[in-house]
């Protein structure tokens, strides 16, 4: 393992970096971006949202704790947040050699060659992400020596389509049934959502969800740009001729405002960690946030019904919207925070509450207007 193969990381600007292979010794490409979170690479690893990306974990010390077991609750892996990684390889400062965890059932190495995706270590991630800082988020390749790939820019395909489900599923038997459209649904939204006596329609991301019943309309997180989504798009613009309460996240956040009428554009390098500042607009009330989009609302084309809910404080950006008179709010951040700060998991409640009064016909709904 030490004596691992040279690898070559190339950027599309020209810039080349050298490391040493871990995990499957085979080419990879993608769109090379940057984490900036201390922990939670299983989680990370396995979120659909980075389908056909490179990812730079910039905590300098990566594999110590190894990758749990598969064990499952609800059919749903407990410590993954899908059933597979979703990254095209990955890139780390100082891989370790040795692991220990009470969870853990294999190494990353391990891990990462059974599923067929190349590590390189003895990267320069400070240099590398000041690269990307400098010049934007943009297609690389990782080379072991030998082999040879060429340039992938994933942002040009339907993501969504390759990692949403293919069919309708079921979770749990609770009181109220919440329409899950999968753009590339993380586990723990399904295991929050499960939390608060629910049933869950999970369903493909083009699917006509109009002809089932339902209470209330959740719209997943998801990979690349929302634009892709022009059928789920169309099917949310239409349940906004209804009163069924509405809750978007990441994705889901941009596909709401998509199908409001308003406008995405895709962010310099992205925000991807467990450490962004967010405040709720028309309070003083900030929140630590988990995220991970390359994509955002642009706040300057929401109708005159929707306003911001909450905004970047960092870079001022769209960080969710809601309706004005309507049940219907999204968030750009990770409410269900896997892994990550858990501050936000509130509106989860909001959203529930809202179902229930939507039910009872009690029009005293919670629109989100004020600080938790």
Not at 263 to 291: C, E, F, M, W
Request: with cysteine; hydrophobic share 30%; proline share 5%.
């Amino acid at each position: 393992m030490k004596n691992s193969v040279k690898v070559r990381l190339t950027l599309e600007d020209g810039t080349i970096y050298h490391g040493r292979s871990f995990g499957s010794p085979v080419p990879a490409a993608g769109e090379v971006v940057f984490n900036t979170a201390m922990t939670g690479y299983p989680e990370s690893l396995t979120d659909p949202s980075y389908r056909g990306q490179i990812l730079c974990l910039t905590y300098p010390l990566v594999g110590n704790y190894g990758a749990p077991g598969k064990s499952e609750e609800n059919d749903l892996y407990r410590f993954y947040e899908s059933s597979s990684i979703h990254i095209s390889g990955l890139i780390v400062s100082d891989y370790s050699f040795e692991y220990s965890h009470w969870n853990a059932t294999e190494s990353l190495d391990e891990w990462l060659k059974r599923n067929n995706v190349p590590g390189i270590y003895g990267i320069d991630t400070r240099a590398l992400t000041k690269r990307i800082r400098e010049k934007g988020a943009m297609p690389g390749k990782v080379e072991p020596e030998g082999t040879e790939i060429g340039f992938y820019d994933p942002n040009k395909v339907n993501l969504v389509a390759e990692v949403s489900t293919h069919e309708k599923k079921i979770y749990g038997s609770g009181k109220y049934k919440i329409l899950l459209v999968d753009c590339g649904v993380k586990y723990n939204i399904i295991r929050n959502l499960l939390k608060r006596d629910t049933t869950i329609i999970r369903v493909p991301w083009d699917y006509d969800f109009h002809k089932e019943e339902f209470d209330g309309l959740f719209l997943s997180n998801g990979p690349g740009d929302p634009k892709m989504c022009g059928i789920t798009i169309e099917n949310i613009k239409k349940s906004f001729s209804g009163t069924k309460p509405i809750f978007g996240i990441c994705l889901g956040n941009q596909l709401m405002a998509l199908a409001s009428g308003a406008d995405t554009y895709k962010l310099k390098y992205g925000h991807r960690s467990h450490n962004q500042p967010v405040i709720q607009v028309g309070t003083d009330k900030a929140y630590i946030t988990s995220q991970n989009h390359g994509f955002t609302v642009d706040n300057k084309t929401l109708g005159k019904d929707w306003e911001p809910l909450f905004i970047n404080i960092n870079d001022q950006t769209n960080e969710g919207m809601k309706h004005k008179t309507m049940p219907f709010f999204s968030t750009q951040f990770h409410p269900e925070a896997s892994g990550g700060p858990t501050d936000t998991d509130y509106l989860f409640d909001i959203f529930i509450e809202n179902i229930e009064k939507s039910i009872t016909n009690n029009l005293n709904l919670n629109l989100c207007t004020r600080p938790h």
